[in-house]
């Protein structure tokens, strides 16, 4: 059996097998894949959207209706000045590039997190694709780009006070349902998995109020190395999880 024949296979067994509908990935291990071949780290930021690329095809695959790629967060930007501006050109292109493959799947892209600091060409060309796919109903591919979850959260409670300020809701009044609304994530159900590469057992301020009853994985597998059949692998991990329900 070759590698490509047990990948299929892995796929037709999970596909016969409730899938998840909302994957959320913590892409870790970029900068050590590459130091770990003498390479420049940005060598394995770009293997890293090789991997994405790979892994929106498996998830559209497998049936998901939602994936969520941490892309950059809002600590990211302590990094050093030549990375980060590699990263946002690099993010931008490697969108830009993905916008035939996004419709020919119908699928759609939308960003997570604050656009102020993002340089204004990057983010009208995510925008643009973001636009371009909007009317798309096939798999939504949510990027967490300048993304940090308290700042969301945040967001998410000064817009509620807002409304209890304007007399249009009492603090008591407020429900989880509010809260979920005025996050980014509004109208979109909270992860089932969250997966996070490279062996690190964190969260990293990631989706923290959606993840409360989310199923964990943490892989040593870096980032680049993770293909279709890791992803296979992690939701036959999550459906056998499930499967007892709180049974033993
Ligand atoms: C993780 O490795 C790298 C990131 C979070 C940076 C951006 C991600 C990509 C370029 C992958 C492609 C994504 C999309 C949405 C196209 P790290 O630099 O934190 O690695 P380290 O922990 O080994 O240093």
Redesign the pocket.
Known sequence: MTASDREAALLEAVRAQPVPEHVAII???????ATGRGLP?IA??RE??K???GIVRAADALGLRFLT?????TE?WSRPLDEVSM?MN??ER??HAELPEFMARNARLRVLGQTRRVPLGVRRGIDHVVHETRNNTGLTVL?AFNYGGRDELLDAFRALARQVQAGELKPEDITEKDVSGALYTADVPDPDLLIRT?GEMRISNFLLWQIAYTELLVTPV??PDFGASDLYQAVAEFQKRTRRFGRV
């Open positions: 892409m870790d291990g970029n900068g050590r894949w780290r394995g930021h890293g959207v991997a994405a690329r790629l941490y892309a950059f967060s990211n990263l690099l993010l490697s969108v990027m490279s870096l980032w």
